[in-house]
């Protein structure tokens, strides 16, 4: 099964709302990256927070871990309509994160209204 | 600095035929990854290349499928005699040596007739 799993699988707010997506994972991380995708295109990197770092910020963007749920959330603070988009988290696929290797979760798919 | 190049962009192939997806990674990027999305679901990695060397090819089927990254020129994955199940969107991304965040491409979206 997937390392990664989102929740929901569907959100839909209203221009300025903020919007939390979760993430959770089943095996020991040595990092946890999030990733947006917007309709047909590539993904964009947004967001790495490593197995020590309980929270992080990036601009509207806040990422936390919690290690001993192993799980992840990430909030987006008055969300904007170009936030829409489909959002991914993903692990590497060893505990010591130097695989390579990503395993994503099914995302999130963001709606966000004018 | 360009990003991640894949090309063609959209690559229509009729069933039986060979398809053949371009990577051109960041400068400066020596690992290049492989990734299949199905509609409607997330990313499945596929195979992980270094320059010259397969690093690790565990999410490749085993058959019809291959991946080179030469020493010159783009990384290329191969499909040998598609079927309609490969149709898919594939995306390469890079990254540099002992990074841990990937930068994708826009993809390669295939689509076998």
């Known amino acids: 099964s997937q390392q990664g799993e989102e929740d929901p699988q569907a959100l839909s707010i209203q221009e300025g709302e903020n919007a939390t997506m979760n993430c959770s994972y089943k095996?020991?991380?040595?990092?946890l990256q999030w990733y947006r995708q917007n309709s047909g295109r590539g993904l964009v990197h947004l967001i790495l927070i490593r197995s020590n770092e309980r929270e992080k910020h990036s601009g509207r963007l806040r990422v936390t871990l919690d290690t001993s749920k192993k799980s992840s959330s990430l909030l987006i603070t008055a969300s904007r309509a170009a936030d829409t988009a489909s959002y991914f988290c993903?692990?590497?696929?060893?505990?010591?994160?130097?695989?390579?290797?990503?395993?994503f979760g099914q995302g999130t798919t963001l709606q966000v209204k004018p | 600095n360009a990003g991640v190049m894949q090309n063609p962009r959209h690559l229509v192939r009729r069933r039986g035929q060979e398809a053949r997806l371009r990577c051109s990674p960041m400068k400066g990027h020596s690992h290049v990854y492989w990734y299949r999305q199905l509609p409607e679901e997330g990313l499945k990695f596929m195979v992980y290349?270094?320059?010259?060397?397969?690093?690790?090819e565990s999410g490749m089927p085993k058959e019809r499928f291959s991946a080179e990254f030469p020493k010159e020129g783009p990384s290329i994955l191969r499909i040998q005699q598609v079927v309609r199940g490969d149709s898919a969107a594939y995306f390469c991304a890079s990254s540099g040596q002992g990074a841990r965040e990937q930068y994708f491409g826009p993809g390669t979206r295939l689509t076998v007739t």
């Open positions: 290349l270094q320059k010259e060397n397969i690093i690790d």
């Open positions: 095996t020991s991380i040595n990092n």
């Open positions: 993903a692990t590497d696929a060893s505990p010591s994160g130097n695989t390579g290797k990503l395993i």
